[in-house]
C-alpha cells in the first residue's frame, strides 16, 4: 500500500509561486496515477490536477490552467505541483492522491490521501 506525504505549501503574495511534493513510500508508486486536489473553509474539495503513471498525460482544472504544472519523477517517487502567479483564490489545504478508479477530477476514485499541506496566497 502506498503512503503519500505532501510539503511545500506556505504563506505566499498574490503573482508569486510555490511548489508542492507528494513523496510517496511503497514499491508500488509508479504503477499509480497521481491527483492534486484542494479544499478551501466550507467548500468541497475540488480537483486541481492530475499526472498519469508514466507522466506523459496531465490534466487540469480550467481555474488552474496555464498557471499550474503537475511533474513526477518515478525515480525519486515523488509528483510536484508547481504553482505560478498565484491569487488569493487559490488558498486552500492541498492533498495530493493516489488514483483507483474514475475520472480524475472525482475525488471519491482516490485512495489514499496524503495528511495535506496549506497554501496562502495574500493580496
Known amino acids: 500500500q502506498v503512503q503519500l506525504v505532501e510539503s511545500g505549501g506556505g504563506l505566499v503574495q498574490a503573482g508569486g509561486s510555490l511548489r508542492l511534493s507528494c513523496a510517496a513510500s511503497g514499491r508500488s508508486f509508479s504503477s499509480y496515477a497521481i491527483g492534486w486536489f484542494r479544499q478551501a473553509p466550507g467548500k468541497e474539495r475540488e480537483f486541481v490536477a492530475a499526472?498519469?503513471?508514466?507522466?506523459?498525460?496531465?490534466y487540469y482544472a480550467d481555474s488552474v490552467k496555464g498557471r499550474f504544472t503537475i511533474s513526477r519523477d518515478n525515480a525519486k517517487n515523488t509528483v510536484y505541483l508547481q504553482m505560478n502567479s498565484l491569487k488569493p483564490e487559490d488558498t486552500a489545504f492541498y492533498y495530493c492522491g493516489a488514483h483507483r478508479s474514475g475520472p480524475y477530477y472525482y475525488s471519491s476514485g482516490y485512495d489514499p490521501w496524503g495528511q495535506g499541506t496549506q497554501v496562502t496566497v495574500s493580496s
Open positions: 499526472i498519469s503513471w508514466s507522466g506523459t498525460s496531465t
